[in-house]
């Protein structure tokens, strides 16, 4: 290809976002963004994230809520950044407590415990507060975050993993609410169990210091471009632990203790 032919800026984020659409449905990954377009950036990624996002919606695919990611200072590290990232989930990406969910769905999964914040009136950036955040949530629900990345072998920095819906593949819930105050959330404890060994535990303050000041910053984040987040959408602030893998026969646990717990079972 001459460089007259040479797709625009736009277009190669354009054939991104058809390649990772394509990576979906495949489960074949598709090489490192960032090594593909000279400084690519992190509005580049969220345009890559929103054609995506645009795809599915117009197949008819219900927005179900969104994730925030990088909350926590290792990753953060991990990746050389300072802020998090976000990303979307669809109804048919939820699963319940005890479900079992074939591990070939995936490409390279991994599992987060979260909590899941559910919205009982709609919040609308710039300008929430974390407490005008913690009064918006209705209820506070057991979670984990199945992660996968549609890059190869986990190659990811930031460019790379927002670009691809901030490395999300499934979600899971439990059917209950946790029986906590959500005054208590920064003392609240979690601990990822897999296969009946704990491999990570943290408490609600490992979320970014507060688990509620991710929510008032992804809406303030999706205001300044016009977007709310929706009473009755789920919300997942991130994760208490480092995220583990998982194959076939696998079964993950969120365990809050006597507060409540998600159990999610890994088939082939």
């Known amino acids: 290809m001459?460089?007259?032919t040479q797709p625009s800026r736009t277009g190669t984020l354009e054939i991104f976002a058809a390649e990772l659409l394509e990576a979906t449905t495949s489960l074949v990954p598709v090489a490192p963004l960032r090594d593909r377009l000279e400084d690519m950036s992190l509005a580049?990624?969220?345009?890559?994230?929103?054609v995506q996002l645009d795809h599915h919606i117009a197949a008819g695919r219900v927005m179900a809520g969104r994730k925030v990611g990088l909350t926590s200072l290792a990753m953060q590290k991990q990746l050389g950044v300072g802020s998090p990232d976000f990303g979307?989930?669809?109804?048919?990406?939820?699963?319940?407590d005890g479900a079992n969910i074939p591990a070939s769905a995936f490409i390279q999964p991994k599992v987060e415990p979260e909590f899941g914040f559910v919205l009982k009136e709609r919040l609308h950036g710039p300008g929430v507060t974390v407490e005008q955040a913690a009064a918006a949530i209705e209820a506070v629900y057991p979670a984990i975050e199945i992660i996968d990345s549609r890059i190869t072998d986990w190659d990811i920095k930031l460019v790379d993993t927002v670009a691809d819906n901030a490395s999300c593949g499934a979600i899971a819930v439990g059917a209950k609410p946790l029986d906590l105050d959500p005054s208590a959330l920064l003392d609240t404890p979690c601990s990822l169990v897999i296969d009946g060994v704990v491999t990570g535990s943290g408490t609600g303050a490992d979320v970014m210091g507060n688990p509620v000041a991710p929510l008032a910053w992804l809406a303030n984040v999706l205001g300044e471009q016009g977007v709310a987040l929706e009473a009755g959408?789920?919300?997942l602030p991130g994760s208490f632990?480092?995220?583990?893998?998982?194959?076939?026969?696998?079964?993950?646990?969120?365990?809050?203790?006597?507060?409540?717990?998600?159990?999610?079972?890994?088939?082939?």
């Open 233 to 235: 959408q789920l919300i």
């Open 88 to 96: 979307f989930f669809f109804q048919d990406m939820v699963y319940g």
């Open 2 to 4: 001459t460089a007259t």
């Open 241 to 268: 632990t480092k995220a583990e893998p998982v194959t076939a026969g696998s079964t993950a646990v969120a365990d809050f203790g006597p507060l409540g717990s998600l159990t999610i079972h890994f088939t082939d």
């Open 44 to 50: 580049d990624s969220y345009y890559v994230q929103t």
